[in-house]
């Protein structure tokens, strides 16, 4: 059971279960999950790449298996909240949340680019404390990750203020972020470490992240090990813990 002052999360792109032996196998992507990556205390899982990438982007995951391994929920179930009525999410971004999570609002926010990306901006409370979660994965390009961030940090911009996390793959390789990530192109101060998380046999580049805007602020931030986590995607997974200062 968690507690009201740490906010616990696992971001994580799982390939649309294409293993590093090339071999798509979704059991193996629900197996490790289970095992390696979803603990007891969890509040969030965060994955992208769990659509496919062409329309009607289809999801392959087996939700119900999930749910039960996991004891998270699938906050996508209304049709509004998905791309369409096959995926699970909006274009890959799918959000699990602890049912002590109660969710206020859902919003897809649609980023530009050649390459359709999105993100999942979720409004929630966890214990009554009001907390926001944006999922996403950003472009390849850096200059596509710099419109990408802007619109979505104009879309987070124009909603009530509250305690912010922004999570998922960004591409970005560079520790410091660069300009796609820096403030004056989201609007935000969002601050967070940045551990290695690719390739996943020998992670070198810090692509994935977790950060988030006052007064929350990331207490640790481990990218998970094991031997299924290696084999079964190109990413690790990357467990952070918020706390939230008074």
């Known amino acids: 059971?968690?507690?009201?002052?740490?906010?616990?999360?696992?971001?994580?792109?799982?390939?649309?279960?294409?293993?590093?032996?090339?071999?798509?196998?979704?059991?193996?992507?629900?197996?490790?999950?289970?095992?390696?990556v979803c603990s007891s205390d969890l509040d969030a899982l965060i994955l992208q790449e769990a659509d496919e990438e062409a329309p009607p982007h289809r999801g392959f995951l087996d939700l119900a298996r999930i749910e039960a391994d996991t004891a998270l929920?699938?906050?996508?179930?209304?049709?509004?909240?998905?791309?369409?009525?096959?995926?699970?999410?909006?274009?890959?971004?799918?959000?699990?949340?602890?049912?002590?999570?109660?969710?206020?609002?859902?919003?897809?926010?649609?980023?530009?680019?050649?390459?359709?990306?999105?993100?999942?901006?979720?409004?929630?409370?966890?214990?009554?404390?009001?907390?926001?979660?944006?999922?996403?994965?950003?472009?390849?390009?850096?200059?596509?990750?710099?419109?990408?961030?802007?619109t979505l940090g104009q879309h987070l911009f124009r909603r009530a203020a509250r305690p912010t996390l922004v999570c998922g793959d960004f591409n970005e390789w560079r520790p410091w972020g660069g300009l796609a990530l820096s403030h004056g192109i989201i609007g935000l101060r969002l601050s967070g470490p940045a551990p290695a998380t690719f390739p996943a046999r020998r992670p070198f580049l810090p692509l994935d992240r977790v950060l988030v805007t006052a007064p929350a602020r990331v207490a640790t931030a481990r990218v998970l090990d094991g031997p299924g986590l290696r084999m079964a995607s190109d990413h690790r997974p990357l467990r952070a813990e918020v706390a939230f200062d008074p």
Request: proline share 4%.
């Open 1 to 36: 059971m968690t507690d009201v002052e740490t906010f616990r999360c696992v971001s994580w792109n799982i390939h649309r279960g294409r293993g590093n032996d090339g071999v798509v196998d979704p059991d193996r992507t629900a197996r490790v999950l289970h095992e390696e």
């Open 73 to 150: 929920r699938h906050i996508h179930g209304d049709a509004s909240h998905r791309w369409g009525p096959e995926s699970h999410g909006f274009l890959g971004t799918v959000v699990f949340l602890h049912p002590r999570c109660r969710v206020e609002d859902i919003a897809l926010v649609d980023l530009p680019g050649h390459c359709h990306r999105g993100a999942v901006v979720v409004d929630f409370r966890l214990d009554g404390r009001p907390l926001r979660l944006a999922g996403t994965h950003l472009s390849l390009s850096q200059g596509l990750r710099v419109a990408q961030m802007r």
